[in-house]
């Protein structure tokens, strides 16, 4: 049962156009989510987080958006530069955000940002 | 400062054989994860750890794999008679207490087992 589903695996774009990376949750006791960012090699990074009292958070380039009825998370990175080029996942902790932190991770998504 | 580190790298063992991962997870830091990566998927919990407490070891898939952290910092996790499905990337993250603390992960260590 994946409670943290990606179904893109691959995502492809132009540098300086916008990339969406999206990502479906079927747990409504997740309260807090996140995007992690990995190089190969290296472990995950996160990029930005989001709290289900929110819809929306931005940082620099990165906005998160939180569709709560949908259980839809989306990741917009505008402009995308070739360095963005990484897997990307989505996570959420276990049981919200009153637990221990444990993460569900979605499948990944690979971007490639094309010069 | 240093984040957080595991050692060996890359290991391959043969089918049968125990290996042993290390995790030195960030100073001052209470809590301990693992994770198995296989290829291709993301992340998947495999135990926790509070200082040297086991909390959490819901997602160890077998009896063969034995985690532990007998001083609240260095982690051992242990995979006894290795397996072909148990090859993957094993990833060890450390954070402070609470869900809302970011969680820093190692760069893995890459399991393979022949």
């Known amino acids: 049962d994946q409670q943290v589903k990606q179904n893109s695996p691959s995502l492809s774009v132009q540098e300086g156009r916008i990339s969406i990376l999206n990502c479906d949750y079927t747990?409504?006791?997740?309260?807090?989510f996140l995007w992690y960012k990995k190089y190969p090699a290296e472990g995950p990074t996160v990029l930005i987080s989001i709290s289900s009292i929110k819809d929306k958070n931005e940082d620099g380039r990165f906005t998160v958006f939180l569709n709560k009825s949908a259980k839809h998370l989306s990741l917009h990175i505008v402009p995308s530069q070739p360095g963005d080029s990484a897997v990307y996942f989505c996570a959420a902790p276990d049981g919200g955000s009153s637990n221990t932190g444990k993460l569900i991770f979605g499948q990944g998504t690979t971007l490639q940002v094309k010069p | 400062g240093a984040g957080v580190s595991q050692s060996p790298r890359y290991k391959v063992a043969k089918r049968g054989q125990d290996v042993a991962l290390r995790c030195d997870p960030i100073?001052?830091?209470?809590?301990l994860f693992w994770y198995q990566q296989a290829l291709g998927q993301g992340p998947e919990f495999l135990t926790y750890?509070?200082?040297?407490?086991?909390?959490?070891k819901s997602g160890l898939p077998s009896d063969r794999f034995f985690a532990e952290r007998p001083e609240g910092s260095v982690s051992t996790l242990k995979i006894q008679r290795t397996q072909q499905e148990d090859s993957a990337v094993y990833l060890c993250?450390?954070?402070?207490?609470?869900?809302?603390?970011?969680?820093?992960f190692g760069p893995g260590t890459r399991l393979t087992v022949l």
């Open positions: 993250a450390s954070s402070l207490v609470g869900a809302f603390n970011e969680q820093f």
């Open positions: 750890f509070q200082n040297e407490a086991q909390l959490d």
């Open positions: 747990n409504s006791m997740f309260d807090y």
């Open positions: 100073s001052g830091h209470v809590s």
